[in-house]
């Protein structure tokens, strides 16, 4: 198929497009209303079409004869555990656990917050909401108790899923006791927390508001799908935004659906039956996406693992388990890549494996550079296809469409627009920028469906934050260009959010945790550029006069207070005390010189800033941390 002719026609029409990729789904009531204008400035999608999203992953390949197709391979080197799951099993699991949540109390319109490791029961539980129109909201397992509460508060869940612990590698996660400690934090009390008991040997308190899993399930009658309007929200899944608090992104049902079915026959090229495999976590977006719900809507077998790219045991696993399972498409991020090349730069443990299931291996959530990518081509010997989109769109915006027509790929770019998204390059005055000229990346409205429909409880930031700075437009957060062959290359954030090892975290965050120590008078968090990461979080503090701390003692002391407010996923492991912070005249700190000074990027000293002579204090102290020097400076 011919790729600009199909772009044009989503763009060109997008209703007739996409009522015609809508038709690919079972509804329950086919939609007539495609597309329509919502009251928040962006739209809706199928709005009079109903359906159920667990219906359409497990029930309907059922009823087309495909019960004893596995729909996960759940495989846990940090257990030794393997598990195939049948959609039958799935179906059995799902439909208990549903009628479980019922029995609980839980109503379609109800919230119920999933925090769990990367173990069957988090899709169950996912799939099991989905299937009474109770919202989930599943928070990543490397999140402290302090956010879990936060999230709490937003969303009111009137029952938390959860596990008894994660295992990281070979150390304990205490999942259920971090869930403890948030429902004392948050001021929203859930009526009861499910609990699913991995047996690991390790003593979990027990509280009133307990209910164990395997219990639940055993009285629990097998709930029906139950028939919901196209715009019900299927979840929340919350992300950092620029200020302190995270924002709650609010995903419909049916044009979600839609989207990702589309996504995964033209973006991903997975027929029906291929095994698809996505080496993230349930609690991202790519988890959501291309986990769960993308793969098993399109009945793809799906690679539910626990483990990590290397350690778990070695830098071989990701090949075992491609080889093992027979995985078509692989996705992961260029982090997980650099951290398996770190181990085994020839590739040695590669050859281990018969890998010629393998056809396209993705790669998102972060810039790939360019040696990470040519490294992955060079050894797996297939199309390496870096692909780029956010959680607010929840599938890919930029990507080279395999299914549609393989293109040249050109490292260092995320290929061309997606169907759907009407991709612009925007100056800070709202004009068109040139062929290679950076500016803003932004979506003409309409975007497609699929995509973020407000933010929870807060539709004054969805509109400020998306919708308000460049009218006609959504604006991603991101920065970038397109060359003149119309690829795209997305540079990074232009906001204060920052992605460590495809972790999207908010400094804002982190600095409020620095600042709130007694003995820093003011702070400032930023990213800076790491080998294995990408990016990791430094911060800098100014201590208030008087105060007699050693620098060694607070940096550890505030490390630990990050670690336990915000989690283990922050990777803040760098504070530096420096006299003072480079500010404007008006009072602004200066962030992005004191990253481009880290980076030993080119940077102009702007000629706003107050003293000058702080540079060199910075420089001095950055040096004195192997933090990285200048290379070259001058003034504007
Ligand atoms: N539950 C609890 N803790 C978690 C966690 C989870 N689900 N995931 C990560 N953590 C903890 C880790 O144990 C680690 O804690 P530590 O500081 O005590 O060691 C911390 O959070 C940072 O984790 P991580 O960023 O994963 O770093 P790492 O050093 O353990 O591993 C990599 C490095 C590169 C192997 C790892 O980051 C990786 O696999 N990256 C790929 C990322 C990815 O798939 N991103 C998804 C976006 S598509
Ligand atoms: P998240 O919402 O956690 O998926 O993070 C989304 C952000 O990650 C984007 O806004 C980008 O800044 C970054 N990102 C994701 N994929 C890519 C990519 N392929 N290239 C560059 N940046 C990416």
């Given at each position: ?11 060109k ?8 990729q ?54 846990s ?100 006791p971090f ?16 609990v ?54 609010v ?31 349930v ?133 061309f ?16 920028c ?28 969805f ?46 965050e ?27 979080p ?33 990777s ?65």
């Open positions: 198929m011919d790729h600009s002719a199909f772009y044009d026609e989503s763009i029409n997008p209703e007739g497009f996409w009522k015609q809508a038709e690919s789904l079972d509804w329950k009531i086919a939609p007539s209303r495609i597309l329509e204008s919502s009251q928040n400035g962006s739209h809706n999608w199928f709005a009079d079409g109903q359906l159920n999203m667990s219906y359409l992953c497990i029930d309907k390949h059922i009823e087309n004869g495909y019960g004893d197709q596995v729909a996960i391979y759940y495989d080197p940090v257990t030794q555990q393997k598990e195939q799951i049948t959609f039958d099993k799935l179906y059995d699991e799902v439909s208990r656990f549903a009628g479980g949540l019922v029995k609980l109390g839980l109503q379609q319109g109800d919230t119920a917050l999933i925090y769990m490791p990367m173990i069957p029961q988090a899709i169950y539980a996912m799939l099991a909401c989905a299937r009474i129109g109770v919202i989930h909201s599943v928070v990543f397992g490397g999140f402290a108790p302090h956010e879990l509460a936060i999230r709490i508060d937003d969303c009111k869940p009137k029952v938390i899923l959860t596990a008894s612990n994660g295992v990281e590698i070979e150390k304990i996660v205490p999942y259920k869930v403890d400690e948030a429902m004392e934090l948050a001021n929203f009390k859930p009526k009861s927390v499910v699913f008991d991995r047996k690991l040997g390790v003593e979990i308190p027990h509280k009133a508001y307990d209910i164990d899993y395997d219990e639940l399930l055993a009285k629990a009658p097998k709930a029906k799908a139950v028939v919901l309007s196209s715009t019900h929200p299927l979840y929340i899944l919350y992300t950092s935004g620029t200020t302190g608090t995270p924002k709650g992104i995903r419909d049902t049916g044009g979600y659906a839609t989207a990702l079915k589309f996504s995964m026959k033209y973006v991903y090229g997975a027929d029906e039956g291929d095994v698809y495999w996505a080496a993230s976590d609690g991202w977006v790519v988890g959501h996406s291309y986990i769960v719900y993308g793969p098993l809507l399109n009945r793809n077998s799906t690679v539910l693992f626990e483990g990590k790219p290397i350690r778990t045991p070695d830098a071989s696993t990701f090949w075992r388990v491609i080889s093992e399972y027979g995985v078509k498409i692989m996705f992961t991020a260029p982090t997980a890549i650099r951290a398996i090349k770190k181990e085994d730069p020839e590739g040695a443990l590669l050859k281990q494996y018969d890998l010629s299931c393998l056809k396209y291996q993705f790669l998102a959530g972060e810039r790939c550079d360019v040696a990470t990518l040519t490294w992955t081509k060079e050894k797996l010997q297939v199309p390496v296809i870096d692909h780029w989109w956010q959680t607010e769109s929840g599938w890919p915006m930029l990507a080279n469409m395999v299914g549609v027509e393989l293109q040249d790929v050109k490292p260092g770019s995320a290929s627009p997606v169907c759907g998204y009407d991709i612009r390059i925007i100056d800070e005055d709202g004009e068109s040139k062929p290679n000229q950076e500016g803003y990346v932004l979506v003409k409205l309409p975007l497609p469906p699929g995509c973020l429909l407000d933010v929870w409880n807060n539709t004054e930031r509109v400020s934050g998306y919708l308000q700075k460049f009218p006609g437009y959504y604006f991603s957060g991101d920065g970038g260009y397109i060359d003149e062959d119309g690829y795209v290359f997305i540079t990074g954030r232009v906001d204060d959010i920052i992605n460590v090892a495809g972790h999207r975290l908010s400094t804002a982190m600095e409020e945790v620095v600042a709130s120590n007694k003995a820093v008078a003011e702070c400032a968090v930023f990213g800076v550029h790491c080998e294995l990461k990408g990016q990791k430094l911060g800098l503090a100014v201590l208030k006069s008087g105060v007699t701390v050693g620098e060694t003692e607070l940096s550890q002391e505030i490390v630990k207070e990050v670690r336990h407010e915000i989690g283990a996923v922050a803040f492991k760098d504070l530096l005390v420096v006299k003072r912070l480079p500010k404007t005249r008006s009072g602004k700190i200066l962030r992005k010189l004191l990253r481009n000074i880290a980076d030993k990027d080119e940077y102009q000293i702007p000629s706003t800033i107050d003293d000058v002579a702080i540079i060199d204090e910075i420089e001095n102290v950055y040096q004195k941390n192997n933090i990285g020097i200048f290379k070259t400076k001058q003034h504007e």
